[in-house]
Each structure stands twice: as structure tokens, then as C-alpha cells.
């Protein structure tokens, strides 16, 4: 490991293509980043826990172990920063790519130099999510089957745990907080990375598409978010139903 690797910001590289892998690995190392470059994407998908990296930086045409493409299987595992690397001519897929949750997309060819400029242009973006407790307010909000506790940062539905990233948590425990609200993209953007955030605002939809599905495995007739068209998004009536049935 290279001096000082462990204060390093860390970077995933996970490419297809040998030679762009090797020189992209020799540039991020040389503008001071620790790099774990795996050469298939089940490693990829290991590394992307074990390693923790700052960002990751994906083939968006390398498919994942689950047959989505990689970098949608890791967007649903990890809120860490993801910039993805099309091939020459694909405009539209580059655009398809950043509402997918992407942070960041480039296409081909690209330099070592510009691939890890833009890995320190996503570093300074503000990605404060939201940690703060205060104690006034309760750290468990019970609502019919569905329970949020911001203590243990725990998600349960109809007594089934389910698993969430911080952001997917963060995301529901404000629509939870204000139940019967419709929360806009705007709302829940200042809600959760902060009133500075810079990108696209349909990466909300993204992690709240990834959430509701890890609340369908859990309880498949319950629709516990619902999308107002337009709008923005509010917890669905099979949550808030039960809470009313209990305050007439």
C-alpha cells in the first residue's frame, strides 16, 4: 500500500477494458486517491462493501451478477458517489445512466487526467446527509404496520426488518415525520443531502424506486409510499388508514 493510503479518498474502478483499467488505476493513483481496480463484477460487488470506497467509478455496459447492468446493482447497495464510463456516440444512454442514479457519466475516450478531475469534482460536492438526533424528538415513529427508528436506524413493516442505505432511510423517516404531507423533490433533497445539493433531482426517485422495492419483499400488498404525479411523493393510505381508523 502506497505511504499514507489509509487518509486517501478510495476509488472502485471497475472497467471491462484491460488497458483504459491499467491507466485509469496509474492517474487516480497519481492524483492521490487509493484504487481497487477488480477485474469482474462480482468482485466489484464484494469490494464495494468491504472497501468502502469515496467513488466508484463503473462500466456502464459491464452487467452486474444479478443481470442488470453493474452500476445499478451498486447504486442499490451503496449511496457512495458513482461516475460511469460510456462508450464513444451514446448520448442518450449517457442521459438514461444520470437518471439512474448516476452522479456523474463521460464518455469515451476519456483521459486518466479527466477521470480522476472529476472523481475531486465529486468529493467537493456537499453530501452531508442528514445524522443529526435531537432529543425532543421521538426516535421511534409507529405508524400503523410501519415502524421508523431513527435510534437504531431501523425500518420494520408488518414486524419484518428491512434493510435500507442512509439515504433511503433518511427519505422515508421525513415522509414518515410528516405524515400526510406531499413532499416535494425539492423538500426532500434539502431534507436529506442538504439545501446545497448540485445534480439531478430525479436521483430522489431513484433511491425511493430501490426503497419500495425492499418494502414490497417485505409486505407485498401494502403500497407504503405513493408518487403523486406532478407533485412529489407522500406515504401511501394502506400506511396513514389504520393510523386514522385509531384517532376517531
Not at 168 to 181: A, C, I, K, M, Q
Request: contains cysteine; aromatic residues 4%; negative net charge.
Amino acid at each position: 500500500m502506497e505511504p499514507h493510503a489509509q487518509y486517501a479518498p478510495r476509488v472502485l474502478l471497475a472497467v471491462d477494458d484491460a488497458g483504459l483499467r491499467r491507466h485509469s488505476e496509474a492517474g487516480l493513483r497519481a492524483a492521490g486517491f487509493a484504487v481497487s481496480a477488480p477485474t469482474d463484477a462480482v468482485a466489484a460487488g464484494i469490494l464495494a462493501e468491504s472497501f468502502a470506497p469515496d467513488v466508484m467509478i463503473v462500466d456502464a455496459t459491464l452487467d452486474g451478477p444479478d443481470a442488470r447492468p453493474l452500476y445499478k446493482h451498486l447504486r442499490t447497495r451503496s449511496d457512495r458517489y458513482l461516475l460511469c464510463i460510456e462508450p464513444a456516440g451514446r448520448d442518450r444512454a449517457r442521459v438514461e445512466v444520470l437518471r439512474s442514479g448516476a452522479d456523474d457519466a463521460v464518455s469515451l475516450p476519456v483521459t486518466a487526467d479527466e477521470i480522476a478531475a472529476r472523481c475531486h469534482a465529486l468529493l467537493r460536492r456537499p453530501r452531508d446527509l442528514r445524522t443529526d438526533w435531537e432529543p425532543t424528538t421521538a426516535s421511534v415513529v409507529t405508524l400503523g404496520p410501519l415502524v421508523v427508528d431513527s435510534g437504531r436506524h431501523e425500518i420494520r413493516l408488518c414486524g419484518e426488518e428491512v434493510p435500507a442505505t442512509r439515504i433511503e432511510f433518511s427519505l422515508l423517516e421525513h415522509l414518515v415525520r410528516n405524515p400526510g404531507e406531499v413532499s416535494s423533490r425539492a423538500d426532500l433533497l434539502e431534507a436529506v443531502w442538504g439545501p446545497n445539493w448540485v445534480g439531478d433531482t430525479h436521483v430522489v426517485d431513484v433511491h425511493l424506486s430501490n426503497l419500495r422495492r425492499k418494502l414490497d419483499a417485505a409486505a407485498p400488498r401494502l403500497r407504503v409510499i405513493h408518487t403523486v404525479r406532478g407533485v412529489g411523493f407522500r406515504l401511501g393510505n394502506d400506511i396513514l388508514d389504520p393510523v386514522d381508523e385509531l384517532t376517531v
